[in-house]
């Protein structure tokens, strides 16, 4: 996973509420265990109305997604991570999102920011313009029109994000203390070690 500590950009000025996975990702899209090529799926039935802002030049590799309330409700895929994280999302702010969606997101190096709903409402209008900027170690999201708004998160989730950690990571960053356990272990109980021929 890759560190994540600021992102600055053009945001998709979104703003739909109650977006379920179905939306981000169609479910004949599951058939794939590749977290790669799902970006060209993502909100599949949305793109297809004119006009869309994720169709949108002006908005193509936008690393910001600004959504409305409830943001990946639905059904817990895994997948809808994926296809943001390939469609080239980093962020995803909005006012609430499903405790498995936002689980999903942080698994796969996508932060999730809650802000008010005025907070949103503001940023819709700058990303319709501005770059957005994120800073998760000062946790705020700012404007160059001097808007600065402060986010909570987790503090094992910013550890994580903030360090590219993921489930992996979070291993081999114990490997020395793994590595004097199985020494320990070798030591006292030799007939649990299994021995290499």
């Known amino acids: 996973m890759e560190k994540l500590t600021e992102v600055e950009g053009r945001a998709y000025p979104f703003g739909m509420k109650n977006v379920d996975t179905d939306i981000v990702i ?3 899209w599951l058939k794939t265990i590749s977290r790669t090529g799902l970006g060209k799926g993502a909100f599949e039935v949305l793109r297809k109305e004119p006009g869309n802002v994720f169709d949108d030049p002006e908005y193509a590799g936008s690393p910001i997604l600004i959504a409305g309330d409830n943001f990946g409700c639905g059904s817990s895929r895994e997948h809808a991570a994926w296809a943001l994280a390939d469609l ?3 962020v995803v702010i909005a006012p609430s999102f499903s405790d498995i969606f936002s689980g999903n997101a942080f698994k796969n190096g996508i932060l999730t920011v809650v802000l008010p709903q005025e907070a949103i409402d503001r940023l819709m209008e700058v990303a319709k313009s501005d770059p957005i900027h994120v800073d998760l170690e ?3 999201v700012t404007t160059r029109f001097q808007d600065r708004f402060a986010f909570e998160i ?16 979070l291993t081999l960053d114990n490997r020395s203390e793994i590595d004097r356990y199985e020494d320990r272990l070798a030591a006292e109980k030799p007939w649990l070690v299994p021995t290499v021929a």
């Open 26 to 28: 169609p479910a004949h």
């Open 88 to 90: 080239g999302i980093k």
């Open 138 to 140: 000062h946790q705020t």
């Open 154 to 169: 987790d503090p094992f989730r910013k550890h994580c994000l903030l360090g590219g950690l993921d489930e992996i990571g």
